[in-house]
C-alpha cells in the first residue's frame, strides 16, 4: 500500500482570506506569488483579490508550494469547536496544498497533504503534545485507521456499492445521527465532527513525530478491513456501541468495554435497564476515566477543554419554560411548556438512544444520542448518558439532568486511554482494550 494523500476541509464561507508564505504554483503551472488574498464567487467563478489586483479561476483550483518545506499558508477566520461549548474562530497555519472550491454556493478551503503529516497535527490539535507516548502511539494508531476506514466508506456510498442514511422520521418520532452525510467534496472534516485538525497551528513536539513515526502505516484491522475506531472524551465508566450512535450497523471490534481491569463484576450490570442506569450515573464507580489528576488531565487536554474538568459525572438545571424554549432554538420544534423528559431506550452504557419529550404543544420522540445532546443544551450536553430529576408543581417544575462521560462514548476513551499509559501499559494493550477483537497491523 502507497502512503496515502488526504484532503481535509478546512471552512467554508461566502468568501475566504489566507496568506501565502511562499511562491506557489496552479494546476495551470500559473505562478501565484505569496501574499494575502480574498477569494469571493463572481458570477459563478472563483475570483481573487490581491493588492487590489482581481482574477478569476473556474470553479476550483489547486495551489501547490514551489518548495513544500519551507512554504505555508494561513487560512483566516477557521472556526473550532462548532457548536460546542470551546467554540471560536482563530487564524490557522498548514503545510501541504491549497484547494479552494465551490460548493453549494460557497467556497471551501481544503488542505491536501500526506496523511502522516495530517497525523502529527491531528494528535497535537486532539489533546495536548505532552501525552505519554505509548497514548500518543496509540491515538496515532486510532487516528490512522479511523480516516482510512472512512475513505473506504465514503468511496463505497459514492459509487453507489453502499446505501447511507442518517435519518428517519415521521409524526412520533425524529431520529438522526450525524456522519458522512456533510463530506461529500472532502475525505475528513478539521473540526470535531471528525477529528481535530488545526494544521501546524498547534506546537507539536518531538514525543508526537516519534508515535507517528514508530506505528507508521500501522493500523487496526478486522476481517481484512480497516477498523472504523472511533473514540471520544470520556466514556463514563463504560463504551458504548456502534448501531447506537450512528447508522444500525453492527461492529464486532466496537463492544461494550467496562474501563477497567478490576472489578470486573460491576461489567455485569445491564445499563439498558432504567434502574441499573440511574444507578450507576449516580454513583461514581472506578474506571480509568474517573480522575482528577491534573499532570494526566493536562497531557490529554487542550486549554479550551481543561475548563471543563466535571466530565465524569456532572449535573445541568433547567426550568420547564426555559427546556421548551432552548429545544425551540435548538431543533426547531415547539413543544411550549416542558412537561417531562422520558428515556424509552438505552444503550449498553446507558446513554439515551429514545428520548420522549412531552409539552404543552407537543410530543414527540427524538435520538439518536447526539440530537438529544443538541436539543438539550445551548450547545451539546457532554454527554446522552444522563437521568432526569423533576421537582416543583405547574409553572415551579425544574429538570436536573445527572450524566455521565463526556462524548458518544464508542470506541478508546482518550482520558482513560491517558490514565492507562500513566500506569504503564503499552499501546498495543490500550488499543485491545478498546476495541476487542481487532488485529494490529502494518500495511505501508
Given amino acids: ?58 470553479i476550483s483550483l489547486i495551489l501547490n508550494p514551489d518548495n ?55 494528535i497535537s490539535s486532539e489533546m495536548s503534545a505532552t501525552s505519554s507516548l505509548e497514548m500518543l502511539k496509540a491515538h496515532a494508531v486510532v487516528s490512522r485507521s479511523w480516516l ?69 502505516g500501522e493500523v487496526l484491522m478486522h476481517e481484512d478491513r480497516f477498523c472504523d475506531t472511533r473514540f471520544s472524551k470520556c466514556c463514563g465508566g463504560v463504551t458504548e456501541i456502534f448501531e447506537n450512535t450512528w447508522e444500525p450497523v453492527h461492529h464486532p471490534y466496537l463492544q461494550r468495554v467496562y474501563d477497567n481491569f478490576e472489578n470486573r463484576h460491576e461489567a455485569n450490570t445491564d445499563l439498558t435497564d432504567e434502574q441499573a442506569a440511574r444507578s450507576w450515573i449516580m454513583a461514581s464507580p472506578d474506571a480509568f476515566c474517573n480522575t482528577t489528576d491534573k499532570s494526566v488531565l493536562s497531557q490529554v487536554l487542550n486549554d479550551y477543554d481543561q475548563t471543563t474538568l466535571d466530565f ?17 432554538k435548538r431543533t426547531g420544534m ?28 407537543k410530543t414527540m420522540i427524538v435520538g439518536k444520542e447526539l440530537e438529544i445532546r443538541k436539543a438539550l443544551s445551548a450547545s451539546h450536553l457532554y454527554s446522552s448518558a444522563f437521568v432526569v430529576e423533576k421537582t416543583g408543581v405547574e409553572l415551579a417544575v425544574r429538570f436536573t439532568l445527572y450524566g455521565a462521560g463526556w462524548g458518544h462514548g464508542v470506541g478508546l476513551c482518550q482520558i482513560g486511554a491517558a490514565v492507562m499509559g500513566a500506569k504503564g501499559y503499552s499501546y498495543s494493550e490500550i488499543l485491545l482494550h478498546y476495541y476487542r477483537g481487532a488485529k494490529l497491523e502494518r500495511k505501508y
Fill in 1 to 58: 500500500m502507497i502512503k496515502p494523500v488526504i484532503e481535509v476541509g478546512i471552512l467554508s464561507a461566502a468568501e475566504i482570506r489566507f496568506a501565502l508564505n511562499g511562491n506557489y504554483t496552479s494546476g495551470e503551472k500559473k505562478f501565484i506569488r505569496g501574499g494575502e488574498y480574498m477569494a469571493r464567487i463572481h458570477n459563478g467563478t472563483l475570483e481573487f483579490e490581491s493588492n487590489g489586483q482581481k482574477s478569476e479561476a473556474g
Fill in 334 to 361: 415547539d413543544f411550549g411548556i416542558v412537561h417531562d423528559l422520558i428515556p424509552l431506550q438505552r444503550g449498553v452504557s446507558g446513554r439515551i438512544i429514545k428520548l420522549k419529550i412531552i409539552g404543552s404543544k
Fill in 148 to 216: 482510512l476506514a472512512q475513505i473506504g466508506k465514503r468511496r463505497s456510498i459514492q459509487s453507489g456499492s453502499a446505501k447511507y442514511r442518517s435519518s428517519y422520521s415521521n409524526e412520533d418520532e425524529r431520529i438522526i445521527w450525524y456522519d458522512r452525510e456533510d463530506h461529500a467534496g472532502f475525505d475528513v472534516c478539521a473540526d470535531d465532527h471528525c477529528q481535530r485538525y488545526q494544521g501546524i497551528t498547534r506546537a507539536s513536539t518531538q514525543l508526537v513525530e516519534q508515535a507517528v513515526n514508530q506505528t507508521s
Fill in 312 to 328: 465524569y459525572r456532572w449535573k445541568i438545571s433547567y426550568t420547564a419554560a426555559e427546556l421548551g424554549e432552548l429545544i425551540l
Fill in 68 to 122: 513544500p518545506e519551507p512554504a505555508t499558508f494561513k487560512i483566516y477566520d477557521v472556526t473550532i469547536g462548532i457548536s460546542f461549548h470551546w467554540q471560536k474562530r482563530e487564524t490557522q497555519l498548514f503545510r501541504g496544498a491549497l484547494k479552494l472550491m465551490i460548493k453549494e454556493d460557497q467556497i471551501t478551503a481544503i488542505n491536501i497533504l500526506p496523511l502522516e503529516d495530517y497525523l502529527v497535527s491531528v
